[in-house]
């Protein structure tokens, strides 16, 4: 099994562009988190879905920040305009809800650079 | 507020040695609390959660609410342990998210 997924690896662009990054969970997880992660930093939660209701977006940043997760499969998670601080590493992650505990499987996260 | 403190962010030492990466929390009620692990060109993976109180790798944490603490200990250190090392916590059930430490990169010397 290939875990979660998630692209582009690296990406760099110019402030004020826009960028988006893809997540694919794992097969059956039905919670999915976006984690900010800043250099020297833990991971920091954006949002998190159940199926495809967001009900946690209190940490995103919502006028430069958007996600989606249309079917509660695959989500999007986009910044439009990118700023220079918001270069950081932008991990996903899964569970299985219902479970007993709360084991979260990690993506290998993108890395991006704002220039 | 939910909130994990790791004091050191580098943690040097030899191998054989005993190891203690030290976590403290600050949460209002009974968290879950996990160690998670990012191995060089890895992705951050649970290494171990309180409640399941298991040995992994040679590895264990007790969680200490008297002192809110949940240090990871190992008594002899190998170089393969060498990795950045997360405390984390969780509060109550379901599929809450996680709150991190900053981390603590452990490298062991041989």
């Known amino acids: 099994e290939a875990g979660v997924v998630q692209s582009p690896r690296y990406k760099i662009i110019e402030k004020k562009q826009p960028v988006a990054f893809w997540c694919n969970p794992i097969?059956?997880?039905?919670?999915l988190y976006w984690y900010l992660q800043n250099l020297g930093q833990g991971p920091e939660l954006l949002i998190r879905y159940e199926n495809e209701e967001a009900v946690d977006d209190s940490q995103l940043p919502k006028d430069r920040f958007s996600a989606e997760r249309l079917k509660g499969v695959d989500s999007t998670l986009k910044i439009q305009p990118a700023e220079l601080g918001d270069s950081a590493v932008y991990l996903c992650?899964?569970?299985?809800?219902?479970?007993?505990?709360?084991?979260?499987?990690f993506g290998p996260g993108t890395r991006l650079t704002v220039l | 507020a939910q909130r994990v403190t790791q004091p050191e962010k580098l943690l040097s030492v030899f191998k054989g040695a005993p190891v203690e990466l030290k976590c403290n929390y600050s949460?209002?009620?009974?968290?879950?609390l996990f160690w998670y692990v990012q191995y060089s060109r890895q992705r951050l993976q649970l290494l171990l959660r309180h409640i399941s109180r298991e040995s992994i790798k040679g590895f264990t944490a007790d969680l200490n609410k008297g002192e809110t603490s949940f240090h990871l200990k190992k008594p002899f250190a190998q170089e393969e342990d060498s990795a950045m090392y997360y405390c984390?916590?969780?509060?109550?059930?379901?599929?809450?998210?996680?709150?991190f430490g900053k981390g603590t990169r452990l490298s062991v010397i041989a």
């Open positions: 984390a916590l969780s509060g109550g059930s379901g599929n809450t998210p996680l709150v």
């Open positions: 097969s059956g997880h039905n919670t």
């Open positions: 992650a899964s569970s299985l809800a219902g479970a007993s505990y709360n084991e979260q499987f």
């Open positions: 949460y209002s009620g009974s968290p879950e």
